[in-house]
């Protein structure tokens, strides 16, 4: 099992620059999660998809930000254009059907990308 | 949105000390979990409790879901170097947006050897 696997691991990129963030969920699951964390407001929910088909995006900050998930082993988080308060680490999580402490309400967490807008 | 109040938010204790940090609410949960972060990592579970009043262990760490359904606790015995880092609670509400958690601020674990 190779775990969520995210993409890149850090980027540093230019203010106003477009910047998409990739993500694997483990196979089989069928949630998937896109967060962010910083100091300041810990780990916030932005997005979630549930069957490939977003179920709440109400914590996308603003236009700038769009999550897709075209199939069950692929999700995207672009921001465009990027901006400087954009800065932070952005987690992917997946969640397998079930109950049990790693499947229901256990989400597996990637090691995140840790993004840096100059 | 709701709110888990996490305490301490930091901690500094010397090896083989016992540990004991909490998670409120003025809310009710039907779930409680406490995930630990390694620096440069993601979180990763540590215990799920499902049940009011549910008492659950793993290895050296012990965790309840409060009676109350408001609060849940977690406590690491005779602390080790490797236990360094940030521990979050996460909470599932009733009827809440199905797997959505919501998240403490974390609480950072200092171990001095």
């Known amino acids: 099992d190779a775990g969520v696997i995210q993409s890149p691991r850090h980027e540093v990129t230019e203010m106003g620059q477009e910047v998409t963030l990739r993500c694997k969920p483990i196979s089989g699951h069928n949630s998937l999660f896109w967060y962010r964390q910083t100091m300041m407001r810990g780990l916030e929910l932005l997005i979630y998809f549930n069957n490939n088909v977003p179920i709440d995006d109400s914590g996308m900050p603003e236009d700038r930000f769009s999550a897709k998930m075209p199939n069950a082993s692929f999700s995207t988080l672009k921001i465009q254009p990027s901006e400087p308060r954009d800065s932070a680490v952005y987690f992917c999580?997946?969640?397998?059907?079930?109950?049990?402490?790693?499947?229901?309400?256990?989400?597996?967490f990637g090691s995140g990308t840790r993004l840096t807008v100059v | 949105g709701q709110q888990l109040n996490q305490s301490p938010q930091s901690m500094f204790i010397q090896e083989g000390e016992d540990v004991s940090m909490n998670c409120t609410s003025s809310?009710?949960?039907?779930?409680w979990l406490w995930y630990k972060q390694d620096p440069g990592e993601g979180p990763v579970l540590l215990i799920a409790l499902y049940k009011a009043g549910e008492l659950t262990s793993n290895g050296r760490l012990t965790a309840q879901f409060g009676i109350t359904r408001k609060d849940s606790f977690l406590n690491i015995s005779a602390s080790i170097p490797s236990d360094v880092g940030i521990y979050f609670c996460?909470?599932?509400?009733?009827?809440?947006?199905?797997?959505?958690?919501?998240f403490g601020k974390g609480t950072k674990l200092s171990v001095k050897p």
């Open positions: 809310s009710i949960f039907n779930t």
């Open positions: 999580a997946s969640r397998g059907r079930g109950r049990g402490p790693n499947t229901l309400y256990g989400y597996t």
């Open positions: 996460a909470g599932q509400q009733p009827g809440g947006s199905q797997g959505n958690l919501i």
